[in-house]
Structures are given as C-alpha cells and as structure tokens.
C-alpha cells in the first residue's frame, strides 16, 4: 500500500525537515541546559520567582507547564484506551503517536518539576525518604509521574511488539537493525495465541488505567483546590476542571499532530475525516462541559463568595487579568461553535478542525496562568503587598529546553519505528485464522502474573502504610526507610504483570 511504503521508506533516512527539527532542538535543549546551570550556580534570583507577599509568586511558568504537560497526557493514553474497549476504528491509526504524546509529555512534566526546584539533587533524595500520602505531591509523583508513566511506557511496549517483529523482516539485510527489532518484539511470532493474549491484557490494562488517569489528574487538581488559606485556589471544581482541561489540551494536540502527519505522510486513506469528526466532536463535548465549569465558578465567586474569593474573582474577570481570562474564554468558545456546526452539519474541515486544537491549547496554557499567579499575588489574606509576575528569560529558556527535548523524543522515534500501526495500513486484514496452530493456556504463566501482581499488590498495602507514619509519629521519619519508593516499586510492579502475561512461553496443542 502506497502510505506503508512511504512510512517505512521514510525509517532511518535523514531528510532534510528531520535535520532541521532535530538541529532546532538540539539547540534549545543547549540553551537550556545553559540556563538550568546557571539557575543552579546562582539560585533563583536570576528568575522571576519570589515570595508571595514580597511582590511576586513562588510558581510561575513552571508551574503553569507540569499542569499542561501532564494534562495532555491525559488525552493520549485514554483515546488509546478507548480505540481497545469500544473499537473506534476510525481513531486506530493514532493510537500510537497519542501513547508516544503521552509518555513524553509525562517526561516533560516531570522535568519541569525539576526546574521548579531550588536544590534538585536535595529534593530528589528528600522525597523518596519522606513523602507522605497526606500531602498531594505525594500522589503527584507516585501516580501521577511513577505510576502513570510506567502504565504507559507498558501498554505502549506491549502494542509495538507486533510492528518490531514485521520490521525485524523488513530490515532483514541489516544484522544490527534487524537485531534491534527482534530484541524489541521479545520473541512475538505473530500466532493466534499471542494475538489473543495481547488482546486480554490490553483490554485490562485499558481498564486499570483509565481510573488511574482520572486520580492521577484530580490530584493535580487537589493541589489548589484543598488550600484553605489561599483565595481563588479554594475549590470542589479544581479536580474536575483539570481533568477536563487535560482532556481539551490532549484532543486539542492530538488532533494538530494527526493533521502534520497526516502531511507528511501523506495519510489520506488512512487518516480520513471521519477521525477529525470524532475527534472534533470530542473536543467540542470538553469545551461546553469547561465552559460550564467556568461560568458556575465565577457565578459562585462573584455571588456569595467571602470577601478575598470574591475580589481575586473580579481581579480575573474586570481587574489586572481580565485580558488573560477573556481571551482564554473566547478560545474555547470559537472552537465550540465552529465544532459545533461540524457536528450537526457533518461537514468535516480538516484544517479548521486543526486549527481549532491550536487554539483551545491557548487557552489551556492561559487557563493555567490564572490558576497559578493570581491566587499568589492577589490572594493574601495578611496586610502584604500586591504582587506581578512576568517570566524571566532564564525560565522561558530552560521551558523552550525541555519542549525542545521532548519535540527531539518524538522525530527520533518517528525515525527509528512507524509512528502509524502497521495493521491499520495493510490493505487485506485477517479475520480467521484458524488453520494455525493453537498453543494452550500455560497455567505457570498463570502463577507468575496473578504473583506478580499480588506482589506489586503487596508493596503498595505496605508502602502506602508506613508513608503515612504507621507506628510512629506524623512529624517523624518512617520506620520503614524510603517506604514512597517502596509505594512506588508496588505501582510499576504491578503493571508489569501485563507483561509476564504476555511475553511467557506457551506449551503447544497436541
């Protein structure tokens, strides 16, 4: 089929745009490691990040950008999810680069806590030790970083090992390619019986992981939303909007990366309008569910709110930040209403319904910068003085490193493995194979996944436990020395189960 060939002809050739993107990036990621360093010779006094009460805000860009990073995750990892539960054939082709998204928009995030950080190498060391489960940085590294990253970097090995075993074939000529591949499909032949476990335990992946998605994000939101002490933050809608924001800001970006490859790799017959239809219908259903969020909030604020809710309320609305919050508001009404007609007219625009991904991740990173400054500079219940913040070149540098870093992720991957699912670009598809051999249920294979998990099981019981100071005192080190990473290994352990399933030896049929 024409698109297969030009998807594998295009693997491991330097073109002209791969060079320039990837020069681009290098060149960020050295500007931003530059700045990174000096951030750490100087400390944050090159930057824009003060105290809150002192005239400015202790988040900032940062801040603003583990939220976006990791709420685009979302998006990625559930439209996958959903293509194996409800088989929405039409979204299949992007199954793969929307788990590739996910994975290096968690990396992401999980650099950008790093840079928020005043003394990284201290707080790496200090938060395995002592992380607790009443604070929500504890959830956000566990689950959040740890635990969903892990879930995503298996359900996505586990899918590619079906292409790495056809590409082993492909570059049959080249002994060190070739040996890449087969390492990767870990010995995937393609049987029936594999066919059928694959299917098992992605569909019970996709169902653990799901839920694992909604807390992992609700977290975030429980960041803000259980601060008492500060105004604007206060809010039973955090964790909601969150979710629902990550789900505008991953739709938004999923459906702008399928419109490039859809170009580049000229897509036409495998990428069709009816994917931009669901996927537009999504994001208009997102944008009108936040929209109503938005409206309830700043109702609420407005109405009956006390007094310093009620002023950081109109500060975002008619005050300091009323151009930030209109725009961001206008950025999810224009693309609701063009998706709207889409909708009920069915009258696909490829590019427009692109062009509107663009814009409600606009909004989703204005969205975020009136959630982390305005509390900080406004919100201060003491007689203090009113703050601004406006990021400083060293911040904006060291955030273009880690884009810059996770845009060099992407094109090297698209290099090196098909960024579309080989299955979905065959143009015969088989629906019965019964003439090949069945192999039987290995029941040892039985025992070491349900071991595993039960294990993984177990170090999470135990983990979570003595991370909340069981047998000893709140303010005081745990018994049970690094119990978070304990927490941690019973997470990833448990995930890994899905691989034993699939990856064990099976006895054959006689």
Same mark, same amino acid.
């Given at each position: ?6 998807? *594998? ?12 993107i ?7 990621i ?13 400390g ?14 202790a ?40 788990e ?7 990396i ?31 959830g ?86 259980i ?30 990366v ?89 009258k ?59 845009? *060099? ?28 051999? *069945? ?19 177990? *170090? ?51």
């Open positions: 089929m024409k698109s297969k060939e030009v998807l *594998l002809k295009k693997l491991w050739r330097p073109t002209k745009g791969f060079l320039l990837s020069t681009l990036s290098i060149i960020l050295g500007l931003g490691v530059f700045w990174f360093i000096q951030k750490e010779i100087y944050d006094i090159i930057t824009s990040l003060r105290n809150p009460g002192t005239g400015g805000v988040w900032g860009l940062w801040v603003m950008f583990i939220i976006y990073f990791i709420g685009i995750s979302f998006a990625g990892i559930t439209l996958s999810a959903l293509v194996r539960l409800f088989g929405m054939n039409e979204l299949k082709p992007l199954t793969r680069p929307a590739l998204i996910t994975i290096i928009s968690l992401l995030g999980a650099l950008c806590v790093l840079a928020d950080q005043g003394r990284v190498f201290y707080a790496l060391l200090n938060l395995p030790r002592y992380a607790r489960p009443m604070s929500p940085m504890f956000t590294f566990t689950l959040v970083i740890s635990g969903y990253l892990s879930a995503s970097l298996i359900y996505f090995y586990l899918s590619s090992r079906k292409d790495a075993f056809e590409l082993s074939k492909y570059f049959e000529n080249s002994k060190l390619k070739r040996l890449l591949y087969k390492v990767w499909a870990a010995g995937w032949k393609g049987d029936l019986s594999q066919e059928k476990r694959h299917e098992t335990s992605s569909f019970w992946l996709a169902i653990f992981i799901l839920p694992l998605l909604v807390t992992a994000h609700s977290t975030l939101g429980f960041i803000f939303g601060q008492a002490g500060r105004p604007g933050w206060f809010s039973a809608l955090q964790a909601p909007g969150f979710v629902i924001m990550a789900g505008i800001s991953g739709t938004g970006l999923i459906i702008l399928a419109y490039i490859l859809k170009k580049i790799y000229r897509l036409d017959e495998v990428i069709g309008e009816k994917a931009f239809y669901t996927l537009g219908f999504m994001l208009f259903v997102l944008c009108i569910i936040y929209l109503y969020f938005t409206i309830v909030e700043e109702l609420t604020a407005h109405y009956a709110a006390p007094e310093k809710d009620r002023y950081i309320a109109h500060q975002i609305t008619t005050g300091k930040f009323a151009p930030v919050f209109w725009i961001n508001v206008l950025c999810l009404i224009l693309p609701a209403i063009f998706l709207f007609y889409q909708t009920v007219s069915r696909v625009n490829i590019a427009l319904t692109a062009l509107a991904g663009v814009i409600v991740n606009v909004s989703a990173v204005l969205k975020r910068f009136l959630i982390v400054v305005p509390s900080q500079t406004h919100g201060l219940y003491l007689p203090y003085q009113e703050g601004s913040y406006f990021p400083a070149l060293s911040e904006i540098m060291i955030l273009l490193g880690i884009v810059g870093f996770g845009i *060099l992720l992407f094109v090297l991957f698209a290099k090196i493995f098909p960024i579309i699912p080989l299955e979905v670009l065959e143009e015969k598809k088989i629906e019965e194979r019964k003439e090949e051999v *069945l192999y039987a249920p290995s029941f040892t294979r039985l025992i070491f996944t349900f071991g595993t998990l039960a294990l993984g099981f177990f *170090l999470m019981v135990v983990g979570f436990i003595f991370s909340a100071r069981f047998g000893t005192k709140p303010y005081l080190d745990p018994i049970l020395p690094f119990s978070p990473v304990v927490f941690i290994a019973g997470v990833i352990i448990s995930f890994v189960s899905a691989v034993l399933y699939e990856l064990f030896p099976s006895k054959r049929k006689i």
